[in-house]
């Protein structure tokens, strides 16, 4: 196997990329030159999970995987009516909105805040944390998420201005491979 050693620079340009591709296509492979990007979804509109890999050279370099969930008091399952499934897709389809905001220096999920209006819901609001120990100064002075390793959280709130619902809340983990 061959020894491969992946720029910062080159992976996360890459990476931002494909996962605005996926979200925009639902592609479970995307190849652009020498760099492969792989996901796998599983469960539904309520609980899932979600596992990322990079290749570069075919040779895996990053994973990531990341599981959220609807809140028990917002499941459909629970609440028991039609409406409920369609509020369960709009909060999924505002989660995939923000997180075709992904940025470089947090390579990961969504902003660390969105505000994006959708109708039916539109006081929801996106909010990523990074956890502390997983950011690192760069060269420009501000702190970026140290590729490395990392983990994190973000939720979708229901009127934040109230401090109303936490809707959605889900964590995430990955890293560098190589």
Not at 34 to 45: P, S, T
Not at 109 to 134: K, N
Not at 136 to 152: C, M, P, T, V, Y
Not at 164 to 171: Q, V
Request: proline share 5%.
């Amino acid at each position: 196997m061959e020894n491969i050693v992946v720029g910062d620079e080159d992976m996360v340009d890459f990476l931002v990329h494909a996962k605005k591709e996926y979200i925009m296509t639902g592609k479970n492979i995307i190849n652009k030159g020498q760099w492969g990007y792989e996901v796998e979804r599983l469960g539904g509109l309520c609980s899932f999970g979600i596992r990322e890999l990079v290749r570069f050279r075919r040779q895996p370099v990053f994973w990531m995987s990341y599981a959220g969930h609807l809140m028990p008091e917002f499941m459909p399952e629970i609440i028991g009516n039609d409406l409920s499934f369609t509020h369960a897709r709009r909060v999924n389809n505002f989660l995939n909105q923000c997180c075709l905001g992904v940025e470089p220096s947090r390579p990961f999920r969504g902003p660390e805040e969105a505000d994006i209006r959708i109708p039916g819901f539109p006081e929801l609001q996106y909010v990523a944390r990074i956890d502390e120990h997983c950011l690192i100064e760069s060269e420009k002075g501000k702190r970026k998420a140290d590729l490395n390793h990392f983990w994190g959280t973000d939720m979708v709130i229901l009127n934040p201005d109230t401090k109303s619902s936490t809707l959605l809340e889900g964590g995430y983990l990955g890293g560098r491979l190589r």
